[in-house]
């Protein structure tokens, strides 16, 4: 078929090119797939022109033929088919007067000219495209979330949301994290029908283990009833602990070997130390011999002179300590024998170590001293942390060395000490010792007028000074120096500083506890305190039991030489705050009666007693009054000497006068 485009402005001119003929201005019918040989010839198509030219209105007509009917089947006035409206009259009119050699034309009104530049802008494949019926792009289905589902953040995407521009973040929280909304894939439990589901609902099941998630108090509680529940349950948590140990437990032997030790010249050693030095030699292919002969003080000189990196010095000196441990089992040493020697090698070692770090410290005339002083400290710091030195006999030596040391290489056994202050802490005898020594130091220089160099003399002072008062926060306990405190305690009180900060009230609680170590170390002092207790013990039973006053007063008398201390003592017990009841005013009147009567005076420590205890805190005073009262009744104390002695001493000018008197 072909469609032309008549200059009279009619479309629609026609010829037969097979058994039937469409003409047709409905573009919808173009749409649809062409159709096989095998329909019906009228439902073929063939266009020879642009579909957009020859679609220009909506009406439909349909004549069918035959190939033996010839131009008969024109004679009909009216169409079979119409797929629009009712056709015009003047359509129809036109129709009609048609020869029958032609195709009739129709009278329709023509928008090729206006359709013709829209369509020849396109390409002659987007044309074919747009002209092939089976060429649509179908749009995949897209399920649409709600708008009120809930939204939240996984913990995977919590870190990619730092990074994320806030536009990525929305589409992220909107489209990928939607809580209980699940489209139909077919693969979801929900998806499918079952029983189950349609009576009780589809929910997710929670999976209860008996072991981990579940609550441990039935199977407990069953235990706990029982008297021996408790002793079940230490045994089963110590059996627990056994085999958690016994499975922790690496029980394979150690398939590591020291690399062997081998005789080289001299050259050959000093090769292997320099490639030692050097980190790009790989220690795999060193570590298949060690040269003989490098050990103790020359293996620490040889890694000073080479400036081997420490990890490697440390490799070197584990290597040489096994070596030399594993001659000590070859020479048949077993047992304690062995231990012995692996404690006598590490002994020497530390020593070799302290005097290499000493000849170091001691020589201070070198160029290279700042660099070899700081490799020695790293290197003896690293071997300290990796327990290749008796820590013991290495702080011993650092606080003799600290001790002797002179205004010039303090300082630097101080900057050591500060490197193992946490360290030495721990301990209470190495602190005490530190202490000790810091103290002393700071009292001597301070003792010493004229300086020979003012200086070094403020900076070993400002440095001791915060040394120490490190330490105090560090370890109070260490400062319980009862036998130098006296000495020590001016220097200490000016480190402190200000009496409102939390160091001073740390300080006054030691200087307290170290005022009564002071009076229990002082041989006077601790005799006497040990007298005092027997007194108060013998007292004590005779609250409970029936006793004999004169014999409790001869036996207090033979165990006391002082009878003020007797005196005092029973004084005291008579007011303590620790013991209850009215019986012991009445016991100690009649012991102090019974003193008086063989000749002891009562009097003078009763006085003493006042005014060394009128601000005690642990005595009742009332109980005091009342054993005054019945040796006054008994006429065993005289009020009138009690007066002339307050007179005497002017107590009633004192403030605290009244509690006093």
Not at 268 to 275: M, T
Not at 446 to 457: A, L, N
Request: glycine share 6%; aromatic share 8%; proline share 5%.
């Amino acid at each position: 078929m072909e469609v032309h485009d008549d200059s009279n402005g009619f479309n629609g001119v026609g010829r037969f090119t097979g058994d039937s003929t469409i003409i047709t201005h409905d573009k919808t019918l173009l749409e649809h797939p062409p159709r096989s040989d095998s329909e019906p010839a009228f439902k073929k198509l063939r266009l020879d022109h642009e579909p957009e030219q020859a679609v220009s209105s909506s009406k439909l007509y349909l004549y069918p033929s035959g190939r033996d009917s010839g131009a008969a089947g024109l004679q009909s006035s009216r169409p079979i088919v119409s797929t629009s409206s009712v056709t015009s009259s003047r359509s129809q009119q036109d129709f009609s007067n048609a020869s029958s050699t032609a195709m009739p034309l129709f009278p329709i009104r023509s928008t090729a000219g206006r359709r013709r530049s829209r369509t020849l802008s396109h390409s002659p494949a987007v044309r074919r495209s747009l002209c092939d019926p089976g060429n649509v792009q179908i749009k995949p289905f897209v399920s649409e979330f709600p708008s009120l589902a809930p939204r939240y953040q996984s913990a995977t995407d919590s870190a990619s949301l730092e990074v994320r521009n806030p536009a990525e973040t929305t589409l992220l929280l909107t489209s990928k994290h939607v809580a209980d909304f699940l489209p139909w894939k077919g693969d979801h439990g929900q998806d499918v029908l079952r029983e189950s589901t349609t009576k009780q609902g589809f929910y997710d099941k929670v999976r209860v283990s008996q072991t981990e998630s579940s609550t441990a108090r039935p199977s407990v509680w069953s235990s706990l009833k029982h008297k021996s529940g408790l002793q079940v349950l230490s045994s089963l948590v110590v059996s627990v602990l056994d085999q958690r140990q016994a499975h922790g437990t690496n029980t394979a032997s150690c398939t590591f070997k020291p690399p062997p030790r081998v005789t080289l010249t001299d050259s050959k050693r000093e090769a292997w130390l320099r490639d030692l030095a050097n980190p790009s030699i790989s220690l795999r292919r060193l570590s298949r011999t060690i040269p003989h002969g490098i050990r103790g003080r020359a293996l620490l000189d040889q890694c000073l002179s080479k400036h081997i990196p420490k990890a490697r010095a440390l490799w070197l000196a584990k290597c040489v300590g096994a070596n030399e441990i594993r001659a000590f089992k070859r020479k048949g040493a077993s047992g304690a024998f062995a231990v012995g020697g692996e404690t006598k090698w590490i002994r020497d070692w530390t020593a070799n170590v302290e005097q290499f770090l000493g000849a170091i410290i001691g020589d201070c005339s070198s160029s290279e001293w700042r660099d070899n002083m700081t490799y020695a400290l790293k290197l003896t710091t690293h071997l300290l942390a990796e327990g290749l030195l008796d820590r013991e006999h290495y702080f011993d030596w650092l606080l003799s060395a600290l001790n002797c040391s002179d205004l010039d290489t303090l300082s630097l056994y101080m900057l050591i000490v500060r490197t193992h202050l946490d360290e030495i802490g721990q301990t209470r005898r190495f602190g005490h010792r530190l202490v000790n020594v810091l103290l002393t130091q700071l009292h001597k220089r301070q003792q010493i007028k004229s300086q020979p160099s003012p200086d070094t003399y403020n900076a070993v002072r400002i440095t001791s000074s915060e040394l120490v008062k490190s330490f105090f926060d560090l370890s109070p306990a260490s400062f319980l120096l009862p036998k130098g405190w006296q000495l020590y305690e001016p220097t200490l009180r000016g480190i402190v500083g200000h009496p409102s900060t939390a160091a001073y009230e740390r300080f006054e609680e030691i200087r307290k506890r170290n005022a009564r170590l002071r009076a229990l170390s002082e041989p006077t002092k601790g005799a006497e305190l040990m007298v005092h207790r027997a007194i108060i013990k013998v007292l004590d039973t005779t609250v409970f039991s029936p006793f004999n006053t004169r014999m409790v007063a001869l036996d207090l008398q033979s165990m006391a030489n002082d009878s003020n201390i007797l005196v005092q003592a029973c004084l005291e017990w008579s007011a303590s705050v620790h013991r209850y009841g009215h019986a012991r005013v009445y016991i100690a009147a009649r012991l102090l009666r019974e003193w008086h009567g063989i000749g002891i005076n009562v009097e003078t420590p009763i006085l003493d007693f006042v005014i060394a205890r009128s601000d005690a805190c642990d005595l009742d005073f009332s109980s005091f009054y009342k054993v005054v009262v019945e040796l006054v009744r008994s006429r065993h104390f005289s009020v009138g000497r009690y007066l002339q002695w307050v007179i005497a001493n002017g107590l009633l000018s004192q403030p605290n006068a009244s509690s006093v008197v």
